[in-house]
């Protein structure tokens, strides 16, 4: 039997147990620049524990709905954070951690322009662009060990709208 996933248009409170959403909604923390700029300042809860911050370009290959969720993997010692480099919302899928095993998966859209940081050890489905550039800057932990810890899911899960 095939399990359906209804995507949902993402929003930091239903974001909020898995990670931070950054986009510039509402008004600025503070202005900077002589004005010019707005700061939305310090809004991601970043951690590398025994690592350091990195940044990396994702080119990721564009994924189709609906899509088949057969994977979901989380890092133990570190944040991940994923911004777009183009105003192109993508697929984010996260599930909540029930005794070190991935528990019920959600999916959410971003709105053109989001980013997501997941926090340390939350479970997520890996970058998926589902429109052109699939061009990301990704901030996560470089340091010692895997960081990593993989889920493959043995029921059949679609994520659709
Ligand atoms: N493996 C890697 O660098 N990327 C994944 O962690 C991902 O979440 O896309
Ligand atoms: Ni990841």
Redesign the pocket.
């Known amino acids: 039997m095939t399990e359906t996933i209804r995507i949902r248009p993402l929003t930091a409170e239903a974001f909020a147990p898995f990670g931070d959403v950054l986009d510039t909604s509402g008004v600025p923390d503070k202005m900077i620049n002589a004005g010019l700029c707005g700061r939305y300042h310090d809004r991601a809860k970043l951690d590398f524990a025994d690592g350091r911050a990195g940044i990396s370009l994702f080119h990721a290959e564009l994924r189709s709905l609906p899509l088949i969720l057969d994977l979901v993997?989380r890092?133990p010692d570190g944040s991940?954070a994923f911004l777009p480099m183009s105003l192109d919302p993508f697929l984010v899928i996260v599930a909540p951690d029930q005794n070190g095993q991935p528990g019920q998966p959600m999916a959410f859209e971003t709105a053109p322009g989001q980013g997501v940081n997941y926090h340390r050890g939350t479970w997520?489905g890996?970058?998926t662009p589902l429109t052109a550039p699939g061009l990301f800057a990704v901030v996560d932990r470089i340091g010692p060990g895997a960081n990593?810890e993989e889920h493959r899911y043995t029921r059949k899960i679609l994520i659709d709208r």
Request: hydrophobic share 45%; glycine share 0%; net charge negative.
């Open positions: 993997e890092h991940q997520h890996v970058l990593l």
